[in-house]
């Protein structure tokens, strides 16, 4: 039974992890990975079942993350405001789960569990997983995490085989939501270490179920993160060496931040943000202290490497040994999750010195709400830079000016809004100037020359877009649609096709294929690609009214009718968008 004054804890834990990221409920969605997951994700939006058990969303698996949106979306459409409550909501309940978490795993019966819980509520590196809608991942991932170790000491300390197979559950729930939660079954085993649980054969067949899920899921993973679904990316093209490098400086940085959360962004470039001389030092300086309180600290010292260990086993995936990803070398929600030890170990090393130096006990608690109340404020301010995508990467380019990606994309929401075309242009250019081999700020220059008038220098960008990477299917599509409004039918159709190719499940690809094929007087064709389409996303409107015409033209009056009976059915309207349907962000 959980006691009274605990339960309030717990509830002013929660309070200050929703206070501090309150800011984010006014926040929309951005023109990053919200529009893949969400905004474009027609499996989403139809409630396809299948198509969400079988889609990869930029090369990751995470199927109980997109249910979780697709819930949302059946209920209130593309109301972002539900979104991100929904996110405010996790992360609130996950910091109370890390309070419990630690109270239960390290038997604490003292204020470190909840101190830990309240930090964790409201660290500003923890900003970026509430404050953007396609980090359900990492909300979901943490609370089955958190939820199944839960259950998994009571199995340790009941031995009821319900509380087993909960963390079985929750296990794979949390694989599913994010792959990152393949280091669980390790964790189980620094558990059963900290609980002085001897390694038999016995407990290695327990583990069998968690490592068995945990090994498949990282083989799916390195398998669908493969460097060419979007763009050819400079982490994968380095050695073993270069990517050992890259990751003792980003545990540095991450180290650093965690003390010191100044110069947050949403995008570390690979080039343009690097480890600074303050960061590394005070970097190992952290890691330092927690090693030392480990080594030095014999009356805490057991918790202290429990909680260092924990951090570098849940890091650990992280760090880009093992290639995977963009370009990005640090990010702000991989410390999610890892932060929980870093931060036990850290405030169990501090406990030790106040204990040696015995400050006043009132001192001690204005010190610590003071820093709580620090930290909440940064991050209140900080989940309002994720506003919009303008904000987002303005934002990214106060503190890193030089980042193509931060000029590609505030650039493309420029463009979307058709608001300053000049400079987005200009944007771009800066881009291509300092990244040359970047495909999609190409593509990006060529929708811009195309909105300004210039079909000449749109087709030179979007050319060397494909030619840099032929395999974002996106990218094919947009360049069909603009030989399509060139009247080029046939290189329309190549490009059409090419798209459908690489992406067989993209309604979108497939109407836009079927309205090349009518125009170029290919109706059987235009008539089997617009099937396909209701088959793959019968919630797609347009293709309703444009198979209806086409039947007509067919001599087919009653099958039309038909068509169009059918999408009234499922209360699709089929003039709610255009038939020229434009083209997903890539």
């Not at 792959?179 to 054969?201: C, S």
């Not at 290189?491 to 690489?502: F, G, S, V």
């Amino acid at each position: 039974m959980v006691s009274r004054s605990d339960l309030m804890r717990y509830l002013g834990v929660f309070a200050l992890g929703f206070a501090a990221m309150s800011s984010s409920l006014f926040n929309g969605f951005l023109n990053w990975d919200d529009i893949h997951l969400l905004l474009n994700n027609t499996a989403i939006h139809d409630f396809d079942v299948a198509g969400i058990l079988t889609q990869y969303t930029l090369g990751i698996y995470h199927p109980v993350t997109l249910f979780s949106l697709a819930i949302e979306h059946a209920g209130f459409g593309l109301d972002p405001f539900i979104y991100h409550l929904d996110n405010l909501l996790l992360h609130a309940g996950n910091s109370v789960l890390v309070a419990v978490f630690l109270r239960r795993t390290l038997r604490d019966t003292g204020w470190l569990s909840f101190a830990v819980g309240a930090l964790f509520a409201v660290h500003p590196l923890h900003v970026e997983p509430v404050a953007w809608v396609s980090q359900r991942k990492e909300l979901l991932s943490c609370l089955f995490v958190l939820s199944g170790l839960i259950a998994y000491i009571d199995w340790i300390d009941q031995r009821r085989v319900r509380n087993y197979l909960a963390s079985v559950v929750l296990l794979a729930l949390a694989l599913l939501s994010k792959p990152m939660a393949m280091t669980t079954p390790v964790l189980m085993l620094l558990i059963d270490h900290y609980r002085g649980r001897k390694f038999t054969a016995k407990r290695g067949i327990e583990k069998l179920p968690f490592f068995a899920m945990a090994i498949a899921t990282g083989w799916i993973s390195l398998r669908t993160q493969a460097p060419d679904l979007i763009e050819p990316f400079q982490i994968h093209q380095m050695d073993l060496f270069d990517r050992i490098l890259v990751a003792g400086e980003a545990l540095l940085f991450y180290a650093a931040k965690t003390v010191l959360p100044d110069k947050l962004s949403a995008y570390y470039d690979i080039e343009s943000a690097r480890l600074e001389t303050y960061q590394a030092i005070l970097g190992a300086l952290t890691l330092a202290v927690c090693v030392g309180g480990a080594l030095l600290n014999s009356g805490r010292a057991k918790v202290t490497r429990f909680g260092l260990v924990f951090f570098l086993i849940t890091i650990g995936p992280i760090l880009k040994i093992v290639p995977f990803g963009g370009d990005s070398l640090f990010n702000d929600r991989y410390m999610y999750v890892p932060s929980i030890g870093l931060l036990t170990s850290l405030l169990v090393t501090l406990g030790a010195v106040l204990e040696r130096f015995q400050p006043p006990r009132r001192l001690s608690l204005a010190l610590g709400c003071g820093l709580i109340a620090i930290l909440s404020l940064q991050s209140f301010d900080r989940a309002r830079d994720w506003r919009n995508s303008q904000t987002l990467w303005e934002s990214v380019l106060v503190v890193y000016p030089s980042t193509p990606r931060a000029l590609m994309l505030l650039a493309r929401s420029l463009h979307d809004e058709d608001r300053d075309l000049d400079r987005a242009r200009e944007l771009l250019l800066r881009a291509t100037s300092i990244r040359p081999r970047m495909p999609l700020a190409h593509y990006n220059l060529g929708l811009v020359e195309q909105r300004q008038g210039n079909p000449e220098a749109a087709e030179r960008s979007f050319a060397r877009s494909l030619a840099l990477n032929p395999r974002n299917p996106a990218a094919q599509m947009g360049v069909g649609i603009f030989h399509l409004g060139q009247g080029n039918t046939a290189r329309a159709l190549e490009h059409l096709e090419a798209a459908t190719i690489l992406d067989p499940r993209s309604g979108v690809a497939e109407h836009n294929l079927a309205v090349a094929r009518i125009a170029n007087g290919e109706s059987e064709k235009a008539r089997a690609s617009l099937e396909r389409v209701l088959e793959i996303s019968p919630g797609f409107g347009p293709s309703y009214l444009s198979l209806a015409e086409l039947l007509l033209e067919l001599g087919e009056p009653e099958e039309a009718k038909r068509v169009l009976t059918r999408a009234r059915q499922l209360g699709v309207n089929p003039m709610d968008t255009p038939r020229g349907y434009a083209p997903s962000q890539p």
